[in-house]
């Protein structure tokens, strides 16, 4: 193992199961590795988030460089088909640095979400909120809905 998760299966009624996995990825794990045991906890479930500390650095969700860790997270989940959320302010704070290493690995979840990092609790990591919205409607025009097909005709897109 290159990771350490906790996975539990939140079970509503009339409805697929969804895995939630907490996840820590070692600085000292091997950068190309923790993928396998990443490709594991996504088999286990489709309907599945993976949130935790990966310990990877990429431009891609707002960090300042790349590291390899990173690199391959952003690889990987370009082959598997993954999302990586990620909050728009950092989520690991260190002497005159900061960055996003806390994230959440989804796939083919289409709920809208909230991501945000929260500064409480620890003075070097920022929890995560993460809201999914699993209802959600949308709002009763009852007629109230007119187009204007002269400006649509002009500008369709």
Same mark, same amino acid.
């Given at each position: 193992m290159h990771v350490e998760a906790a %996975? @539990?299966? =939140?079970? +509503?009624?009339?409805?697929?199961?969804i895995f939630l996995s907490s996840i820590y *990825?070692?600085?000292?794990? #091997? /950068?190309?590795?923790? %993928?396998f045991d990443l490709e594991t906890l996504i088999q286990l479930n489709s309907? /599945?988030? @993976? $949130?935790? #500390?990966f310990n990877a650095h990429h431009t891609s969700w707002n960090c300042n460089n790349n590291?390899?860790?990173? *690199?391959? =997270?952003?690889?990987f989940s370009d082959y598997a088909g993954l999302e990586i959320l990620f909050p728009n302010s950092p989520t690991r704070y260190g002497s005159n640095t900061s960055? %996003?290493?806390d994230l959440t690995v989804i796939k083919n979840f289409l709920f809208p979400y909230e991501i945000h990092s929260l500064a409480e609790l620890s003075p070097d990591h920022n929890p995560i909120l =993460? $809201? +999914? &919205? +699993?209802? &959600?409607?949308l709002p009763d025009s009852q007629g109230k809905i007119t187009t204007n097909w002269k400006k649509f005709q002009k500008n369709p897109h």
């Open positions: %996975t @539990i299966a =939140l079970n +509503f009624k009339n409805s697929n199961p *990825v070692p600085p000292s794990s #091997d /950068h190309s590795m923790f %993928t309907n /599945h988030i @993976i $949130c935790g #500390d590291n390899p860790r990173g *690199v391959s =997270l952003r690889s960055s %996003t290493i =993460l $809201c +999914f &919205y +699993f209802k &959600y409607s």
